[in-house]
């Protein structure tokens, strides 16, 4: 293999694929990046077996391809090379087996490679009717749902987000059982029905690589689901196990909606949260009383905090109801509007959390017994 | 005691006087922030026993004292309940004996306070006749020195920096016996001599509160040295023991001295640095070949790595020599020019770096044995 080509363009891609080598695996091949040159350009892949990662430089992005060929090389080590050779052009050539050579006008590497035929096989073949989406929209999705997984391996299932395409529409749902998330968006020319969980890690990592609001097409197999987004393919491992059903989790009817202005709501909340105990599981108390919402606290040897809110009511119940100041706040930075719905059914029944103008996005936390 | 201050005042202080609280100190009242409230304003204080400040809000920029007095309160509850009311007028008040109340229109906290008798005497009295330096100036002496202190607290004179005040001039020194750092600065109008050694870690504090390029007052006594600036005042605990004299290290004559372009020196140091490794002290070699420089380093089951730049020399005297590309990264660091002087006497004499231009910063570094 030898191959010329910018620096510049090669840490583009590089700085994607090294998000696939892990630094902490004790198989030293899957801390490697494998650099596959053709007569159509380069690809680079790289797998911890939970994701894996390949990108494409077409030809034309490359100086001169003078001999095919495959290498199997340290990620890390490539990756700070290329890092701090400044905008040059790199010659990459393998002069005996397994020993490769990077060259600059100034600086010259020689490094012991891996033995190609190591690097495991990483099963990218795509469909041919993925499901597209925006990766804006994909982005929001996650980000407003992800904080509500759980992170107990206990239950695996529940340390990935649930993806449920069906009847013309993607319902998403996170929940560690103390609360939940659920995002629905409309999908048009959905033909295929899936259900699937996919883990946080992987989809936290996949969204750091967006960066344009192209679209992202998403093939989902029965074992793993692959992202085709750019020049750049990933992909991610399913958790087994079924997602509990969590249809039935959210009513239809309400004893009590609240609306309120979602800064102020946060703000107080924020600072009633000074004073409690993460022991305690941050309780604290929400009471009505009319058109007024107090919010309390209190770490008894510390101190005590109530703080005054103006809300609407669509009727004259009156509620006390405690829940975590955590849960609570996560659930409000995920949502993006200037008032929020509060809806209750009693001091022992779920809190629903969304925008009055809108259904899309449910947020659920169950409240703590205090009263 | 009671009073109304805009939020925003408060803050601004409370953001320097935090950092005098400590959040691991065993003793309570150390974690702590007194408010001695007096008919010119307000004063804040903290103290961890290794530094102490001290900040003075004007009573034209409060809202009003209604009655003088005196609290201490726990500093990072303080600090994060005003930090979280936004922009806002705040009212504090002592409603019986260790009790207080803090009050905006819609929050209201109420928390227990310590024991005013308690909180230490800061001992802050000033010199009339301080030492005037520029806050810029004394921030870039320790920037271009601290790196080079010591983090072992076997020689605990070490791990501060030498300020050593005589003859017109502020001499600056920082070593951890591996390395030396020196800052030279002329003085006008110095009539004392000092010889005192400031803890790395407050010197780092110190300077994170600079913020405008006004001056800084240093009064210096025989166990602390006191810092003011602005409204602000900081004391810093002086580290006992006798710092020692590295006047003999730095030779006045030197076989060899090259010239080479800063960037390109650091951008090769730092390359050949992916090649070595710390249990080897981070090893490279530097050899002249006439008017080249090769600096190469190597990891056998890994790769070796050959860099090289041009370089002037002062004559025709040839080197190998070996060091830390660490210790050589950080000397370069604090360098400011396009080009710098590496002297040297031969491979097991000191490194000498400095800028061709100017003798206020020497950099040294002792060579590692390989050759």
Redesign the interface.
Known sequence: MKLKIKQSTLIDHLNYVIKGVSSKNLIPILNCIKLELTSDGLYLMSTDNEIAIKTFIDKKDIESIDEQGDIVI?GK?LY??IR???DEIVTIEEIVDNKIIINTK???????SNDVNEFPDLELELKDKPIVLSQKVFKNIINQTIFATSTQESRPVLTGINFKFYGGKLECTATDSYRLAKKIINLENLDEEYNVVIPTKNLNELIRMFSEDEDVEMHIFDNKVIFKFGSIIMLSRIINGTYPDTSKLIPNEFALTIKVNLRNFY??I??AS??TNESDKNTIKFETKNNNLVISSNIP?????????MIDKDNSEEIKIAFSSKYMLDALKSLDCEYINIMLNGDVKPIILKNPESDDLIQLILPIRTY
């Open positions: 340290s080590l700070e090379i701090k050779l400044n100034n600086s010259s590497f020689t490094l012991n703000n107080a924020d600072r000074l004073l040897e510390i101190g005590y905090v109530e703080e005054n809110i």
